[in-house]
């Protein structure tokens, strides 16, 4: 069945003028391959090499043994669309035409299978994609070579059905290769897509290749095969299963490793790995429809859609061993930075209303954040961080409280925090400093005004 309706350039050395679209010959015989790994409704602080003691991610940790490992990076929005949206297209959300979970991918836009293929690079999309389904929004129609995957925000891993529309919409089948609708009952989708991304490495051994690989675990419905589930009988089963799910993703990521190595792509292969947003307390998650407490956000206050640092302070790191030392690093960067940086290292000019940065210089020369203040918006909550500081305007937690998923009232409905000393958010401080209480709560709102009107 056919899909009917479903600022900076650096090169390698130095600044050099590029224009967009085009590679420059400094840079056209090395320029990097690059991958973008996403998971989905991820925990803070849900891989070992975060600290988690109950979950183990060996392939995921080698990775970050050898990569740039970023403890303060952050989301553009706490919630899966408009978050996709950014890394797509390095804008906020809704300068890419996606403010919510409802919107679209704006057609035409300069975003990451497009711009990689104009500049001879093989690109796939694997995995979720969530940013559109008609014929003019579809990964195809974005500029990927290859889509293997789902349109909507989430599908039964067994059946690859969409359940959760209904009355709305009635559920239904999503499993698509290219614009063709595919049928594999009974196949655990986390597989498929490692499957699937090795399939797409190995094809491409011999030439440039921009891969998109976004995983829909350990997003519910809570799935996972026995194989993995056995691994953690010790837990209580809702972590169990969160723990199977996010393991079947690591061994996924092992055989991407290996197919990397074996390729002789491993060492100028620019991957990005990076979560979503937060995890997420919806009772859909959970266990006989009470709120799921699987995943875990560390010492963050707040969870997937939460303008609190639970909700958007993700995993991430870039891995690439030909130019990038190993290491940690605590600049405040958002996903909207990976499109630029990826243009940047492949010596690619980058688009001139670009939102995000090239994070080159804070890779190569340990530069400070790109980001003198970094903003959000999401359900009637508005937040700006600037430097230490944090505001959030209207916030909910979106917790394991019915109260929670209200908005703060009172003193608390701008709750300000040092977020380097108080990394929980737990003490309003806008009394404290009421004059910068106004100056960032001003910024925000111009943020929020200055944002395209017509999305």
Known sequence: ???????????????????????????????????????????????????????????????????????????????????????????????????????????????????????????????????????????????????????????????????????????????????????????????????????????????????????????????????YVDRFKELPLERRIYAAMVAAVDDAMGQIREALIRNGQLENTLLVFVGDNGATTEKRAGLAQEYAVAGSNGPFRGFKFSLFDGGMHVPAFIHWPARVKPGKHTQVVQSMDIFPTLLAAAGIGLPSDLDGHSLLPVLFDGAASPHAEIFWTNSGQLAVRRGQWKLVINGRDYNRDPKGWEPLTGDDALFLSNVEEDPGESKNLRRLHPKLVDDLATAAQRWQDSLRKSN
Request: hydrophobic share 35%; net charge neutral.
């Open 1 to 227: 069945m056919s899909l009917s309706s479903r600022r900076e350039f650096l090169s390698t050395g130095a600044a050099i003028a590029a224009a967009p679209g085009l590679l420059s010959a400094q840079t056209r015989s090395d320029r990097p391959n690059v991958l973008v790994v996403v998971l989905d409704d991820l925990g803070c602080y849900d891989l070992g090499f975060l600290g988690a003691k109950d979950l183990r991610t060996p392939h995921l940790d080698a990775f970050a043994r050898g990569a740039a490992v970023f403890t303060n990076w952050y989301s553009n929005a706490p919630v899966c669309a408009p978050a996709r949206a950014s890394i797509q297209s390095g804008r906020f959300p809704a300068n890419a035409g996606v403010p919510t979970n409802g919107g679209e991918l704006t057609p035409g836009i300069p975003c990451l299978g497009a711009t990689f293929k104009q500049n001879g690079y093989r690109t796939a999309s694997i995995g979720k994609w969530h940013l559109g389904e008609k014929p003019d929004t579809v990964p195809n129609a974005h500029g990927f070579d290859y889509f293997y995957g789902h349109l909507s925000g989430c599908i039964d891993f067994y059946s690859h059905r969409y359940y959760w529309g209904e009355p709305r919409r009635a559920n239904f089948h999503d499993l698509w290769r290219n614009r063709d609708e595919v049928f594999e009952d009974g196949r655990y989708f986390t597989e498929r897509i490692g499957e699937e991304a090795v399939a797409f490495l190995d094809a491409n051994r011999n030439q440039p290749f921009c891969g998109y690989f976004a995983f829909n675990a350990p997003h519910y419905p809570m799935h996972a095969p026995d194989k």
